[in-house]
């Protein structure tokens, strides 16, 4: 098959965005099928640009056997600079096909609706299979979020997008366990669905090392180190990262809450905000540090004890579930998790690998930090050793790829 995706953040394997779809394509190119991935030159404030020859609409670069072919769209800061980035991406991607064999299956991302709107219309002019990617509630999400009212005209423009994707696509593909049921709200059959989930690259995450030996005081040894729980994320979306710093703040105020340190390291538009805060509180037990690739992130992860993932309280997630990259990557790294997030798929509580607390809850986060810091170092490693055989099992994205191959082949 020759197979397109539309994804505007899409990265490299070891790139700091989103690296799920160049895994999954290097197992279908090494099954012998040709794939196409279309990012953004310019994704986001955050992530570095790629650099584009003037009256070029486009760039190719090429990882393994995967062509990258990279869309010129805007620069852009702030809400309206994004949506006009979007649709730059739109206009663009259509013009950035040339040369190219017509594909089979044209998969367009809901990374934002305009990326998947490129995608079925080319899709319609080509003959080509449409794969209607959803990694997102559009546009429920932000409304939950806070974005945008259901009063406002881009609320009902992304909506109409919404359904002309569910009434044209061949297929509906998903990270959400829930997908069947969304699905079947909008006339789907079970049989044009699947679930495909985030997940890891095995190669990326060796056997886990031992962390540091802990303070004497609370745990392991006598070295002095501190227990460290660490998060890697962005800072804004549906991650309520001041849940995790008013953690550290009660921490900071409990005498039974010394020796953790929590280390977060991302970007995003909240961080500034959340370092000022950290600042007036004063608080010692918290460290920014920045955002670093993927193999960099392993190595920091071999220092931390374990992990907090913390989210914001959404009826999307309660209803079909979540599939957070940071979370199985968390769980490859061989440690526990708090698993701060009201979701119908628990990986944290199914795995028996850490700690599940409501979300928005700093009291409660703070408990299940100490409660891991007084757990005994074997009681620890046998989390971390059930979090990562779960994650394996479940969402290795070459096996992932594998079940994508299958659903593609039978839209043909």
Avoid at 374 to 393: C, H, I, K, N, T
Wanted: proline share 6%; charged share 20%.
């Amino acid at each position: 098959m020759h197979i397109w995706i539309f994804n505007h953040y899409a990265c490299f394997r070891h790139g700091t965005g989103l690296t799920s779809h160049a895994v999954m394509a290097q197992t279908l190119a090494e099954a012998g099928h040709v794939v196409t991935i279309f990012p953004a030159a310019f994704a986001q404030v955050y992530a570095p640009a790629v650099e584009i020859p003037r009256r070029r609409p486009f760039v190719d670069q090429f990882e393994g056997d995967v062509r990258f072919r990279f869309v010129r769209t805007l620069p852009y800061r702030g809400s309206v600079g994004r949506l006009l980035n979007m649709l730059s991406y739109r206009k663009n991607v259509t013009r950035a096909v040339k040369g190219l064999q017509r594909p089979d299956v044209i998969i367009g991302s809901l990374s934002h609706p305009h990326a998947v709107e490129a995608a079925r219309q080319l899709s319609h002019r080509l003959g080509s299979r449409f794969v209607y990617e959803i990694r997102d509630i559009w546009p429920q999400s932000l409304v939950e979020l806070g974005g945008i009212s259901r009063l406002h005209p881009i609320y009902w423009h992304f909506l109409a997008l919404e359904r002309l994707a569910f009434r044209h696509a061949h297929g509906v593909i998903s990270v959400l366990p829930g997908i069947e049921q969304y699905a079947a709200l909008h006339g789907v059959a079970a049989e044009r669905v699947a679930y495909i989930p985030n997940g890891i690259d095995p190669g990326l995450y060796p056997e886990p090392t031992e962390p540091p030996p802990i303070d004497a005081g609370h745990g392991d040894s006598a070295a002095g180190a501190p227990f460290v729980i660490s998060c890697f994320t962005r800072f804004g979306s549906g991650n309520s990262m001041e849940t995790i710093v008013d953690a550290a703040a009660l921490l900071q105020q409990d005498p039974s809450g010394g020796g953790i340190v929590i280390r977060l390291v991302g970007d995003g538009p909240t961080r500034a905000g959340l370092e000022r805060r950290a600042a007036e509180l004063g608080l010692a037990n918290v460290e920014f540090l920045d955002l670093v690739s993927k193999p960099e992130l392993v190595e920091l992860a071999h220092g931390s004890h374990a992990f907090v993932h913390s989210h914001r309280r959404m009826g999307v997630v309660e209803r079909y579930g979540m599939s957070v990259n940071k979370v199985f990557a968390f769980m490859a790294s061989g440690r526990p998790v708090i698993f701060a997030c009201r979701s119908s798929y628990d990986p944290i509580a199914e795995a028996g690998a850490g700690i599940s607390v409501e979300p928005e809850n700093p009291a409660a986060m703070a408990q299940a930090m100490i409660a891991l810091r007084d757990l005994s170092p074997e009681e620890r490693e046998a989390m971390g050793r059930r979090a990562r055989g779960y994650v394996l099992e479940h969402h290795d994205l070459r096996k992932t790829a594998k079940r994508l191959e299958s659903f593609l082949k039978s839209l043909l």
